[in-house]
């Protein structure tokens, strides 16, 4: 068996939810770690001498559960499993395999002294009928792949690479786990990551939205990986693609738009990109239309459109904002006036605005940066990050961040 790496900020999560009565449910893309994290509790569980007899935990993706297809089998063989005496702690891997799961889940709740586990790789998971039966008695943990620091402890580096060298990698390689197995061989790592990519787009996407059509969900794809970072409207897209003859562009029932949107939302549900809403600063108001789109992993968007460097601006805001999500904030794309700022960031008690520049060392890209910042009012902290090392620190009381040092803190 594979050694397990920690994952400590997860597993955290996991412990500080243990026996609250909510059924904990891990989310994220096929192959981020899930079920490594599940795995990583289960030893917590028996390190803190829980019987190994009181926890049941399964895999409903392997062939020993092809029966249990549908909720009650799944009740039943459950049921059969759990000893009299004990809190049991119940662990299901890819648990959207079994129709109505969530009425087993439920009743397991009522009927037996449990702390429930679940995860899965779409959204679907967390669908309305399932809301419906467990309205607010669930907690998302919702599981990225490898931030920067991470990946430092996951990988071996030489003495010799520098910390830019290493996030130089980052950036060409992603941070999907399983990447490890190769140390950095690109033609093999391409592999693994189309591997995962057909998979998601297969299993994820396609069986469950039966009247998808591959082709025009691969244009889609393609499409948003190379405007990451670009203010995108699925009308937009789609007269693209209709100038391209991809998807039939009736105007007048406006066929086009709608259909990059059902699909856009697909992609959302498999966890392969995340959306930013427009927030206006100074109405204090989100607003309904051109938002962005950011991609869950580097590794996916060099596979599909080969790295290149001059889209470092973009590469890097990605990051950041799966950082900020990394960070349990909200995020949102600030409008200010006419000019916008990359980064709304919310906690109930905190807000964050943040630009992301690749450097600010010529004049005419400082201002740019600045001027939106400087137009907000508010007290809340504004942050500069970019990849430069100089002296300056702050801007009239902006900070200037080293993006690296930021990522690292």
């Not at 399964?58 to 459950?78: H, P, Q, V």
């Not at 406006?254 to 959306?275: D, E």
């Not at 605005?353 to 600045?370: A, D, F, K, N």
């Amino acid at each position: 068996m594979q050694k397990l790496i920690n994952r400590p900020e997860y597993l955290q999560q996991l412990i500080q939810n243990k026996d609250v009565d909510l059924v904990k449910i891990v989310t994220g893309i096929r192959r981020c770690g899930k079920s490594s994290l599940l795995d990583l509790f289960h030893q917590y569980l028996i390190e803190n001498n829980v019987p190994d007899t009181n926890v049941i935990h399964i895999n409903l993706e392997s062939l020993k559960y092809r029966n249990l297809t549908n909720y009650l089998a799944f009740y039943d063989y459950i049921s059969s499993l759990i000893p009299a005496e004990g809190k049991v702690y119940l662990i299901f891997d890819e648990l959207q395999m079994v129709e109505h799961w969530e009425k087993a889940i439920e009743s397991f709740r009522i009927d037996y002294d449990v702390d429930i586990y679940i995860t899965g790789s779409n959204a679907y998971l967390l669908s309305t009928e399932f809301s419906t039966v467990l309205s607010g008695r669930y907690v998302e943990i919702r599981m990225l792949p490898l931030s920067f620091k991470e990946f430092l402890t996951f990988y071996e580096f030489e003495t010799a690479i520098t910390m830019e060298e290493k996030f130089q990698t980052y950036l060409q390689f992603g941070g999907m786990p399983i990447l490890r197995e190769y140390q950095f061989n690109e033609a093999r790592s391409n592999q693994a990551l189309e591997g995962i990519y057909s998979t998601v787009v297969l299993r994820d996407v396609l069986q469950r939205n039966q009247q998808a059509d591959q082709h025009t969900l691969q244009k889609i794809v393609l499409f948003l990986c190379s405007n990451i970072g670009s203010i995108t409207s699925p009308n937009n897209i789609g007269n693209v693609l209709s100038d391209e003859g991809d998807i039939q562009n009736r105007k007048e029932k406006n066929i086009a738009g709608k259909t990059v949107n059902r699909y856009i939302s697909m992609l959302y549900n498999a966890f392969v990109f995340y959306p930013a809403k427009r927030y206006d600063v100074r109405g204090k108001q989100l607003l309904k239309t051109l938002g962005k789109n950011y991609i869950i992993d580097m590794g996916f968007r060099n596979m599909l459109l080969g790295y290149r460097d001059a889209d470092r601006g973009h590469i890097i805001e990605n990051i950041v904002f799966l950082e900020l999500i990394r960070r349990d904030y909200r995020v949102y794309i600030g409008k200010v006036g006419e000019t916008e700022v990359d980064f709304v960031a919310e906690k109930p008690n905190d807000r964050l605005y943040i630009q992301v520049t690749e450097s600010m060392q010529s004049q005419e890209v400082r201002e740019r940066e600045l001027r939106p910042l400087r137009m907000i009012s508010d007290n809340y902290e504004k942050i500069v990050l970019s990849m430069d090392r100089n002296y300056i620190n702050s801007y009239d009381g902006i900070k200037a961040l080293n993006l690296i040092d930021w990522l690292l803190l």
